[in-house]
T-cell receptor
Framework: TAGITQAPTSQILAAGRSMTLRCTQDMRHNAMYWYRQDLGLGLRLIHYSNTAGTTGKGEVPDGYSVSRANTDDFPLTLASAVPSQTSVYFC????????????????FGPGTRLTVL | GQNIDQPTEMTATEGAIVQINCTYQTSGFNGLFWYQQHAGEAPTFLSYNVLDGLEEKGRFSSFLSRSKGYSYLLLKELQMKDSASYLCAVREGNYQLIWGAGTKLIIKP
């Protein structure tokens, strides 16, 4: 089982350009999340989706958009990149409806390292 | 407001025991998670506490006191591979997590 995959692994992007970071999970989890991780800061939630067809804004949504057309895919789009969006981006998923015991543990993809120049 | 505090960095010796503390102030509480993150890799789940007390899992244990807004992660018989960052995260009430900045643990031989 692959779990969660992200693409690309890393990218250098010119400011003003657009880009889509891809995320795919094969665990049939209903919830998915996008985080950014910057040195000295905790993971910050950008957008989330509790189920296919719905999305919500996290702590730092400005400059980013997401869609959730199906259970498996949750792409993150930067419409017009700026240098402050240089970061490591992690996609995660969780099964919010897992009955009993440990619920809603988030599992992370390997990350995308994005540099905006 | 929401706040999760962890020490920035700790150093310990191989074979020893280390305790990493986490204090939190959140508007609600519905569980606390500890994750391990090796440099350049994704966070991986270690433990979950929702009730007061100690949860033991092999060399790792996690403790929670909800009245004090306090948790710790205890690592025993330290190995070099335990060198990593340890992230504390609190679930306030909905499904989203609030994350601390992480504690970088350095293990010396």
């Amino acid at each position: 089982t692959a779990g969660i995959t992200q693409a690309p692994t890393s990218q250098i992007l010119a400011a003003g350009r657009s880009m889509t970071l891809r995320c795919t999970q094969d665990m049939r989890h209903n919830a998915m999340y996008w985080y950014r991780q910057d040195l000295g800061l905790g993971l910050r939630l950008i957008h989330y989706s509790n189920t296919a067809g719905t999305t919500g804004k996290g702590e730092v949504p400005d400059g980013y958009s997401v869609s959730r057309a199906n259970t498996d895919d949750f792409p993150l789009t930067l419409a017009s990149a700026v240098p402050s969006q240089t970061s490591v981006y992690f996609c995660a998923s969780s099964d919010q409806e897992l009955a009993g015991g440990l619920t809603d543990t988030q599992y992370f993809g390997p990350g995308t390292r994005l540099t905006v120049l | 407001g929401q706040n999760i505090d962890q020490p920035t960095e700790m150093t310990a010796t191989e074979g020893a025991i280390v305790q990493i503390n986490c204090t939190y102030q959140t508007s609600g509480f519905n569980g606390l998670f500890w994750y391990q993150q090796h440099a350049g890799e994704a966070p991986t789940f270690l433990s979950y506490n929702v009730l007061d007390g100690l949860e033991e899992k092999g060399r790792f244990s996690s403790f929670l006191s909800r009245s004090k807004g306090y948790s710790y992660l205890l690592l025993k018989e330290l190995q070099m591979k335990d060198s990593a960052s340890y992230l504390c995260a609190v679930r306030e009430g909905n499904y989203q997590l609030i994350w601390g900045a992480g504690t970088k643990l350095i293990i010396k031989p």
